[in-house]
Each structure stands twice: as C-alpha cells, then as structure tokens.
Nanobody
Framework: QVQLVESGGGLVQAGGSLRLSCVAS????????MGWFRQAPGKEREAVAV????????SYVDSVKGRFTISRDNAKNTVYLQMNSLKIEDTAVYYC????????????????WGQGTQVTVSS
C-alpha cells in the first residue's frame, strides 16, 4: 500500500498551464505504475495519463494528447502532470493513483488513491 498526496491544482484561465504533483510515501514507489485520473461533476472518473515504473512508457487519453505530459521522479517518490493549453472542459478534480500490475486505465484496477486536487479552468 502507498499513500498519495496531490498538490498544484487551482484556478487558471483557458490557455494557461498548471503542474500537478503527487508525492508517495514509502520506499517502493518505483515498483508502482502510476496514473492521473480526473472526475468532473456528473461524469465518470477517467484516466488522463498513465506511466510505467521506469517512466519509459506513457499513455494518454485522446483529449489531452499534445497538451499534457506525465512524468515521474523515482528518487523523489513523485509523479507529475504538466498541463498546458488548458481548456474549460479540463475542469475536474484530479487524482493520482497507483497500481502494481501494469499500464492500466480502468479506475477499478488501481488500489491506492490520493485525495484529489481541484483544477478549474475559466474563460
């Protein structure tokens, strides 16, 4: 089990940027695949980006390709989500999550979750 704490959310104008961070507790961070998810009001939670244990493989939902970048620093037990060219439809609570199995995108395949950080994009 790993404890996750997100930060970096906030209010930003459309076209702006934010960088989310997620710090994990424990010494086994590098053994986990990590994902960033988001959930907007009235919508299901969806995977935004996922990253392999080494950081060498990543995958993105189509709506953020070319705008968002997931990365990780295993020495700092941290995974990041750089969000550029933000759109109003990116408004959601963003969660980081960990799983030990693979580069997965279904929320029910992740065992450990952070508390979430709100991202609001205004016009």
């Amino acid at each position: 089990q790993v404890q996750l704490v997100e930060s970096g959310g906030g209010l930003v104008q459309a076209g702006g940027s934010l960088r989310l961070s997620c710090v994990a507790s424990g010494r086994t961070f590098s053994t986990y695949f990590m994902g960033w998810f988001r959930q907007a009001p009235g919508k299901e939670r969806e995977a935004v980006a996922v990253i392999s244990r080494s950081g060498g493989s990543t995958s993105y939902v189509d709506s953020v390709k070319g705008r968002f970048t997931i990365s990780r620093d295993n020495a700092k037990n941290t995974v990041y989500l750089q969000m550029n060219s933000l759109k109003i439809e990116d408004t959601a609570v963003y969660y980081c999550a960990a799983n030990a199995r693979g580069l997965l995108t279904r929320p029910d395949t992740y065992n450990d979750w952070g508390q979430g950080t709100q991202v609001t994009v205004s016009s």
